[in-house]
């Protein structure tokens, strides 16, 4: 707890920029601080079990680096695994809420129907809304503040439309077909563009697995070929720039991939 402040200084700036960010996928961000701390922690650990524990130097920084790069790359990934789950959730509950409001239901009726029937994160999300819509708050204020803190597409989309609907009138069932339908198109060409670079992603894993999969196949055939490797300074030092270049490669072959989709 002593080390608890200074951790926090020196992850001043991932705080400022992963804390809105997670916010935006509608999860808390309370507890980032803490996860920040134990990443800093295991990052530390894996230097000294690698320095100290293991005698690999070498390894040891590279390892550190690793585990030290891990950290913002593991919250990018559950950031953008969550706004594509709400994604998919919102086109769901565009169209399930279309079909309450066409059998006659008020749109707070339909929204408090269709947050009950919603699974978490999105359902989580809508069932907020409507406890605010219950205490008294008007939907102009529910919806913008629902377009602003969940930064997805998909609901801010159905967002606009809702809000739309509400204030200049129309028919909101026929509304909310036609978003749900522009919402699964676009769900569809998302899906399609993943499949398509799914090959891609598949042999990206494969190219970095290969160096440490023949590491381990040669120890189990030959280890006294092997001891040199792991056990002297140079060896510890070729793993260590492999370890590098396999990282490397990867990365930029994913920021490839990232552009194509």
């Known amino acids: 707890a002593w080390g608890a402040p200074l951790l926090d200084r020196l992850n001043a700036r991932l705080l400022a920029r992963y804390g809105p960010l997670i916010e935006s996928v509608g999860a808390p961000a309370a507890a980032l601080p803490a996860l920040l701390r134990w990443w800093r922690a295991a990052t530390a650990a894996a230097f000294l079990v690698f320095w100290f524990g293991a005698a690999m130097p070498p390894v040891a920084v590279f390892m550190a680096f690793v585990v030290n790069q891990a950290g913002p790359l593991g919250l990018d990934w559950w ?3 969550r706004r ?5 959730q919102a086109v769901t509950a565009a169209r399930n809420l279309a079909g309450q409001v066409r059998v006659g239901m008020s749109l707070n009726e339909a929204l408090a129907e269709v947050a009950r029937d919603t699974p978490d994160p999105f359902g989580g999300v809508l069932r907020r809304a409507v406890g605010r819509l219950d205490a ?3 939907v102009r204020d529910v919806l913008t503040d629902l377009r602003a803190r969940i930064r997805v597409d998909a609901v801010a989309l159905m967002s606009v ?7 200049k009138g129309g028919k909101l069932g026929d509304v909310l077909a036609r978003i749900s339908a522009t919402l699964e198109e676009l769900q569809r060409v998302a899906r ?5 670079t799914a090959a891609g992603r598949l042999m990206v894993l494969l190219m970095a697995a290969f160096p440490f999969a023949f590491v381990g196949l040669f120890s189990v055939m030959d280890p006294q070929l092997m001891h040199a490797l792991f056990n002297t300074l140079a ?7 492999v370890g590098a270049l396999v990282y490397a490669s990867t990365r930029w ?3 490839i991939l990232a552009r194509v989709e």
């Open 79 to 81: 950031v953008a695994a």
């Open 84 to 88: 594509k789950r709400i994604g998919e």
């Open 136 to 138: 008294g708050e008007s």
């Open 161 to 167: 439309a809702l809000l739309v609907a509400a204030e």
């Open 192 to 196: 399609k563009r993943d499949t398509d």
């Open 235 to 241: 060896g510890q030092g070729v793993l260590a720039v």
């Open 253 to 255: 072959a994913s920021r």
